[in-house]
């Protein structure tokens, strides 16, 4: 699995963006896959994931009614509106090691590079 996480950039607070993770090597598509997010100083925090048929997704509270996870067969978007300063970070996306969706950071083994995010006051 070769995950690769694209889409960041810098935007105003109240923006949008739409990040993508793409799967080189189209193995992901029996896995639960997630978007992760790491501030600067910061531990690396769950932000969303959902399940290999896509039918159940989970949100963390700062980002629930804001952010929306969907994927085909190759890719996994995470829609980021709203966006606001705390939003900043790098994002990663994950593969999991089951089909199901998951907040525990323990079940994903293949972890994209990383995109960032900047999103300015």
């Known amino acids: 699995v070769q995950l690769q996480a694209s889409g960041g950039g810098l935007v105003q607070a109240g923006g949008s963006l739409r990040l993508s993770c793409r799967d080189s090597?189209?193995?992901?598509?029996?896995?639960?896959v997630g978007w992760f997010r790491q501030a600067p100083g910061k531990e690396r925090e769950f932000v969303a994931s959902?399940?290999?048929?896509?039918?159940t997704t989970f949100y963390a509270e700062s980002v629930k009614g804001r952010f929306t996870i969907t994927r085909d067969s190759s890719t996994v978007y995470l829609e980021m509106n709203i966006l606001k300063p705390e939003d900043t970070g790098v994002y990663y996306c994950?593969?999991?090691?089951?089909?199901?969706?998951?907040?525990?950071?323990?079940?994903?083994?293949?972890w994209g590079q990383g995109t960032q995010v900047t999103v300015s006051s």
């Open positions: 090597r189209r193995t992901f598509s029996n896995n639960g």
């Open positions: 959902i399940s290999w048929r896509g039918g």
């Open positions: 994950a593969s999991a090691l089951r089909p199901t969706a998951t907040r525990d950071v323990g079940q994903y083994r293949y």
